[in-house]
């Protein structure tokens, strides 16, 4: 991270303006069932639609916009995932011709696996988990003098906030709204756009109750690591927190909430039923956690990040059995 501060509106409206080249706004729907199963009037950002499915994408091609301009002799690049960062460095990558090295855990989602080498990835697996693939991709990068491309960086942070300014812009007056959390680019966009735009919308954060790190950390106000990040949304399996990104949350966040596996693939199942969306893990988790707090929300207006719905297809089965 390059620097501490949150990127301001001019910031965002212009990463907003370079993505309009690429990607088209994704809606943001109420649906009416799904407001009769929360009890309350919710609103779906739906990053699920994007190119690559998830969020991530608009993360990627920021950076790799700065990325071009700053560095002309880069070959390649380098990244850990567990599938959807690594598809969103992939498509932004292939755009400057560049070649992408991607690393993933063992018994990483083979779907997001072959995705990216469907945008033309060279795949590498190693290490447990996320945490243990990010060594390795160091070390990966500075052997074949490959650029490391990170997990949270401020190009990140401001591409994804660009998804929080369409949706606070098309729907300003949300009480409360529920962001998923891995290694905290997404919630950190949403502050960023909360702030440069003056609302008050309180922001809630999701953690899987495996993995979580950001709520025992910004409890402690340092990192609090975890020993493991077992959990089917992988999109949160993160053992320690970034320490740049709890420092942006600090004072920011409401509260978190952690959900159980058993949450997640409640609320895949419902978001199918009543929406006939497909969600991946961490993209169902803010919808759980809504659900968890349904007696809180009750008479607000709320808004739920669905990020991602790269959901392989035995957890869906499961979801939906």
Known sequence: MQKTTLPGLV???????????????????????????????VWIKHENHNPTGSFKVRGGLIYMHGLSKNAADIDGVCAATRGNH???????????????VIVVPENNNPEKNEAMRALGAELMVHGHDFDESVEFAAQIAKDRRLHLLPSFHTDLVMG???????FFQRVPDLDRIYVPVGLGSGICGVIAARNALGLETEIVGVVSENANTYPLSF???????????DTIADGLAVRNANPTALALMQGEVHHFV????????????????????????????????????????AGLKTGVVLSGGNLNR????EALG
């Open 11 to 41: 910031e965002i409206e212009q990463a907003a303006t370079s993505l309009s080249e690429v990607l088209t706004p994704t809606p943001q729907i109420s649906w009416p069932l799904l407001n009769e199963r929360c009890g309350t009037e």
């Open 86 to 100: 690594g598809q969103s460095v992939a498509f932004a990558a292939s755009r400057y011709g560049l070649k992408t």
């Open 160 to 166: 994804v906030a660009t998804y929080a300014l369409e």
């Open 219 to 229: 409890a402690a106000g340092s990192v609090v690591g975890t020993n493991s990040a």
């Open 258 to 297: 952690e959900i159980s596996d058993k949450q997640v693939l409640d609320a895949v199942a419902a978001l199918y039923v009543d929406t006939h969306n497909v969600a991946e893990g961490a993209g169902a988790a803010a919808l759980a956690a809504l659900l968890q707090d349904k007696a809180a929300v």
């Open 314 to 317: 035995a957890l869906m089965l």
